[in-house]
């Protein structure tokens, strides 16, 4: 019963701009937020710095097509696995911060809440989503080497308190990638496969 109401919800046309809107906002604040590191970052990597915005444009996409009733399955892989990504990782970082700082701004909360929905909200879609292997492949690809790219060119995210630990960190958000394709070929492919 809960899973039949969850559903309706889910494809209520209110509910999807709703979300499509606060999503739209929280992509427009997301990328404003990283201006200033965009701003001292070199441009062949320019595409790679604002993780988590990028990550909830490719589900914004998602959700404006979905309330035409298309479906992208490129963007569907790309916003499934970079919102479970950079959703946990924002939540992760935030909480070792305030391990190691003993405290947090208000808006290091923020960003715990903010995100863990951006990981939440991109699982909730998976019975829609028309994902196949080569979507997970090419996604897969892209979140990999934006790890590359943060963790060996050293793009990363800034967190003052824990720059100390990116080596630690590198290695724990590679694993993080690999849960995150883990999770939507589990989601996506595995579990339309067993309900076939």
């Known amino acids: ?18 979300l ?4 739209l906002l929280g992509t427009i604040y997301g990328f404003y937020w990283y201006r200033y590191q965009v701003y001292e970052t070199p441009d062949i990597f320019v595409p790679f710095v604002p993780d988590s915005p990028a990550a909830s444009l490719f589900f914004t996409i998602f ?12 963007i569907e892989a790309l916003a499934m696995i970079t919102l479970f990504k950079y959703g ?3 939540v992760l970082m935030n909480g070792l911060t305030l391990i190691i700082d003993g405290s947090l701004e208000w808006t290091g909360y923020m960003l715990m809440v903010s995100h863990g ?17 080569r979507h997970i492949v090419v996604a897969a690809i892209w979140i990999l080497h934006n790890d590359v790219i943060d963790y060996v060119f050293e793009q990363m995210p800034v967190y003052e308190s824990i720059q100390m630990y ?8 590679f694993w ?13 492919i595995k579990r339309k496969n067993v309900l076939a």
Not at 63 to 74: G, S, V, W
Not at 176 to 188: D, E, F, M, P, R
């Open 176 to 188: 993080l990638s690999i849960l995150s394709i883990g999770v939507a070929y589990w989601l996506t």
């Open 20 to 23: 499509f809107w606060i999503n």
């Open 117 to 133: 929905a951006m990981a939440v909200q991109g699982l909730l879609y998976a019975p829609f989503y028309a994902i196949k292997w």
């Open 1 to 18: 019963m809960i899973r039949y109401i969850t559903r309706y919800i889910l494809v209520d046309k209110r509910f999807l701009f709703t």
């Open 88 to 90: 946990i990782w924002a």
């Open 63 to 74: 959700l404006l097509f979905f309330l035409f009733n298309r479906n992208i399955p490129y």
């Open 166 to 173: 990116m080596n630690e960190i590198g290695y724990v958000t």
